[in-house]
Nanobody, 128 residues
Framework: QVYMVESGGGSAQPGGSLRLSCTAS????????MGWFRQAPGKEREGVAA???????SYGDAVKGRFSISRDSATNTAYLQMNNLKVEDTSKYYC??????????????????????WGQGTQVNVSS
């Protein structure tokens, strides 16, 4: 059984930083895809950042240049460093792991939000 353990959410002021972490515990091999999505009340879920086991990354337009994703493939842990936070970054952030299929197709649909495992979400609030 796979358990997704998220941590690092909380509150920050505009311009501040937070770091999220997520461990996909129970996987028997490295997760090809790991990433973060977010959803605020009344809004659609959007992709924040994703990282492939080969090291390639993808970022949502709203966070490019401010957020950085990294991973420890040995422990299936992903990290999201969020810098220069904005009020509009306020949302619940969900960690996702495991592509639904292998290779490029799995990566492509992962970026669209198709993943095998999801965390419960961690709240990030940015306000002055």
């Amino acid at each position: 059984q796979v358990y997704m353990v998220e941590s690092g959410g909380g509150s920050a002021q505009p311009g501040g930083s937070l770091r999220l972490s997520c461990t996909a515990s129970g996987l028997t091999a490295g997760s090809e895809c790991m990433g973060w999505f977010r959803q605020a009340p009344g809004k659609e879920r959007e992709g924040v950042a994703a990282i492939n086991i080969d090291g390639s990354t993808s970022y949502g337009d709203a966070v490019k240049g401010r957020f950085s994703i990294s991973r420890d493939s040995a422990t299936n842990t992903a990290y999201l460093q969020m810098n220069n936070l904005k009020v509009e970054d306020t949302s619940k952030y969900y960690c996702a792991a495991e592509c639904v299929t292998t290779g490029t197709p799995g990566w492509v649909v992962f970026l669209l939000g198709e993943a095998k495992y999801w965390g419960q979400g961690t709240q990030v609030n940015v306000s002055s």
